[in-house]
């Protein structure tokens, strides 16, 4: 499911957020460990794979 973006609280983790609470990698970081937002990051590739591969929510579903 899309959420609003979070990252990982350590600063020794890499530095992307993630869009999806079912990203293996977002599932991997624990409770206290998430911060919302995504400054200083870069998009989760997972999470941007998971987004886009959706057929029926495609990205350019928005044009009129
Ligand atoms: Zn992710």
Avoid: I
């Amino acid at each position: 499911m899309r959420v609003r973006p979070y990252h990982s609280a350590r600063s020794t983790a890499a530095h992307v957020y993630h869009e999806d609470d079912d990203c293996p990698a977002g599932r991997n970081l624990a409770w206290f460990d998430k911060v919302e937002g995504s400054e200083d990051c870069e998009p989760c590739p997972q999470c941007v794979r998971t987004v886009t591969s959706c057929l029926d929510h495609p990205a350019t579903a928005t044009v009129s």
